[in-house]
Each structure stands twice: as structure tokens, then as C-alpha cells.
């Protein structure tokens, strides 16, 4: 759940089309993580970060290898 839900933050953030907002969104993931962390009274799993972490990334390539499809398929 947590790499689908990361995936479709990447697929909205890539729709922006601004790398500004590719990067904020990016550190704010890990920023969100780090509170989380901070504030649990219990250990964390850094593998759940690994996780958002690559599931935003196969978000945003998904979304650019679909655009890119979509331009291809237009100029043809």
C-alpha cells in the first residue's frame, strides 16, 4: 500500500511538469519520515522510507515512459 500510495504521489507530481515541485515533493517524503520518526516511541523501519522512496521514483519514470509513448505514438 505504502509503494502505491508513493507511486500515485509520483504520477501527480510528475503532471506538474515543474522540477521544483518533483524535488520538494521528494524531500518532503523523507521530511515527513524524519517526524514520524522522531515523534513514534517505538523504533522505525528505514525500509518503509526505501520503500516511498522507490515507489515514487517508479511514479514518476512510469509517468515520463508514458508520455514519452504517447509523443511517439502521436508522430508516427
Known sequence: MLFLTAASIGI???TMRSAFSI???A????ATF???TAASPG???YFNLLI???G???GLIGFLMGRF?????RAA
Open 12 to 14: 501527480c507530481v510528475g
Open 23 to 25: 524535488a520538494f515533493v
Open 27 to 30: 524531500v518532503m517524503i523523507t
Open 34 to 36: 524524519a517526524l514520524a
Open 43 to 45: 523504533p522505525a523501519s
Open 52 to 54: 516511498a522512496i522507490l
Open 56 to 58: 515514487y521514483n517508479a
Open 69 to 73: 509513448a504517447l509523443n511517439t505514438r
